[in-house]
């Protein structure tokens, strides 16, 4: 498909006006929430763990805030 047919169809079904555009799609939001936050790795990475309810690094791993339920 064209780059140019696609950014038709974003900006008519999700309102992106302009790039890098992020948004994060919660189950049952089919609008998607706007990413506001920072550029860098680490704040993506925190606003996923906050959306998420994870708790990783930006390699993917595990950090020391996580808890384990038994």
């Known amino acids: 498909m064209e780059l140019s047919i696609l950014m038709a169809y974003a900006k008519f079904r999700y309102g ?3 790039y890098p555009t992020l ?3 919660p189950k049952g939001n089919k609008a ?4 506001e936050g920072g550029r860098d790795l680490d704040d993506f990475v925190a606003f996923i763990n906050e959306k998420s309810g994870s708790s990783r690094d930006g ?4 950090t020391s805030k996580v808890s384990y339920y038994i």
């Open 23 to 25: 948004k994060f799609f």
């Open 32 to 35: 998607g929430e706007e990413y």
């Open 16 to 18: 992106v006006s302009g």
């Open 59 to 62: 390699k993917g791993q595990l």
